[in-house]
Structures are given as structure tokens and as C-alpha cells.
């Protein structure tokens, strides 16, 4: 309400979330400009039903199961979510973590976790997707609900947070691990202990030399008195 013509919702639109969208969709391979062929209408839905299944075994049995056009929509309905960063991060994590279950079938389909994000639209059930011309090996395809249970349960948060912590931890990429890591123990990154100790000291300047960054610190780590001739190495 209030948009004008070519304007978007925006993060800060959203007040709360109430349902959270696992979308099957093709893999990225995949020429997604064009139409879904039958065959892999038919394999994404079989993947969907592997994930309502094992969604269904933690605790998540409520879920409607709609057709998005060329993919696959599960839908779980949300006791209300207030739409903070928090609660992002938590949706997310569902989301990462069930494309990681499913990562054996990322060649054929994709967990898009974008749709975390509140501000994102989905299909209006019932309109038909062309994405390209309407022929026999690629048609177009009408999204439309194909499951709805007769009573739908919002999932509890605990739940969530059960799905959530499957998710795998995030990898460091390998420029950081060379330039943000001790050669001596390769899981020590100076900037964590600059932060933790913030309150202890401060860095007054740093600089470069020898291919090595130095930083300068107001006291002596060790003694606790002034120290501005020498510096930690990172």
C-alpha cells in the first residue's frame, strides 16, 4: 500500500513473517530462461516429496505443497516471526541446511535460501509461467496449490532452531586463511584478539614491511606500560 508505480517492498515494509518458502527449483546448469521440460517437472517434484518427507520426520508434517511453474513450492506456516536480523539468520539457516541435505541432487535441483529474505515475492498461484515459447518439448506451465492439509499447524520455533543447527558452518576462503592466519597456528587470526581485548588497549597505527603487517599498541601487552617502538605481527 502507498507504492508508487515501479517501486518495490523493501526489507523495512515487512513487520513479520508468516510462512517460509522452500523453493525446489531447477539447478543452476540448467538453461532456467527457458520453459521446464516435463522431465524435469518430474524430477524436481520428486525431490520435493524427498524433502516434505524429511522435513516431516523433524517435526515439520503441516507443509502445502504447491507448483511455482517451472519448479516447486513447500510452504510451512510460521507462528509469527517478527522480521529482524535474527530471525533471518534463522530462516536462512533452515534453508542452507536443507540444500545441504540434499546436496546429492544439486545437478538436477536448488534450494534457492534467498527466500529468507522478507522482502521476497513469490509465484500468485494460479497465473501460468512463459518463459519462453510454448512448444511441445518445453510448454507452459501453470502454477496452481496441489496439496493443502486440512489443518496447518505454525511451526514452533524450536523446531526450527533443531533444522537450523544441521546447517553446515561456513568455510573461510583461502586468501583469508593466508593473509588473516598465524603461520604458527593456522585457527589464530589477530584481529579476533584485537576485538576481545579492545577495552585493555588500542592500536595507535600500523604498517607494512617485509611483506608482514605490524600494528602498533598504546601499552605493552605483556607489562602494561607504554610501548610505542615495537608491535604485534599478524
Known amino acids: 500500500a502507498g507504492k508508487q508505480k515501479g517501486e518495490t517492498t ?12 522452500i523453493d525446489v527449483d531447477r539447478a543452476d546448469k ?25 522435513l516431516a520426520e523433524r517435526g515439520v ?29 534463522l530462516l536462512k539457516e533452515v534453508l542452507i541446511a536443507i540444500k545441504h541435505e540434499f546436496r546429492a541432487h544439486a545437478d538436477v535441483a536448488d534450494i534457492d ?15 501460468t509461467t512463459r518463459k519462453s515459447e510454448n512448444t511441445e518439448d518445453r510448454p507452459w506451465h501453470e502454477s496452481k496449490l ?22 553446515p558452518l561456513p568455510e573461510q576462503s583461502e586468501q583469508k586463511r593466508r593473509e588473516g592466519r598465524s603461520a604458527l597456528d593456522p585457527d589464530f587470526d589477530p584481529f579476533d584478539f584485537f576485538d576481545h581485548y579492545a577495552d ?18 598504546d601499552v605493552c601487552i605483556l607489562a602494561g606500560h607504554k610501548h610505542t617502538g615495537s608491535g604485534l605481527t599478524g
Open 10 to 21: 523493501k526489507r523495512a515494509d515487512v513487520e513479520a513473517y508468516r510462512w517460509l518458502v
Open 30 to 54: 540448467q538453461d532456467k530462461k527457458l520453459n521446464a521440460t516435463p522431465a524435469e517437472k518430474e524430477e524436481l517434484l520428486a525431490v520435493a516429496r524427498q524433502v516434505m518427507a524429511w
Open 61 to 89: 508434517r503441516d507443509c502445502i505443497l504447491a507448483a511455482s511453474g517451472n519448479g516447486y513450492h513447500i510452504l510451512i506456516k510460521l507462528s509469527p516471526l517478527a522480521a529482524n536480523e535474527r530471525n533471518y539468520e
Open 113 to 127: 535460501t534467498s527466500l529468507a529474505e522478507p522482502e521476497q515475492v513469490i509465484k500468485a498461484y494460479g497465473t
Open 146 to 167: 496441489m496439496h493443502v492439509p486440512e489443518t496447518i499447524e505454525p511451526i514452533k520455533e524450536d523446531v526450527l532452531l533443531a533444522i537450523a543447527e544441521l546447517a
Open 200 to 217: 585493555a588497549f588500542g592500536i595507535e597505527r600500523e604498517f607494512e614491511k617485509d611483506g608482514k603487517t605490524y600494528f602498533v599498541t
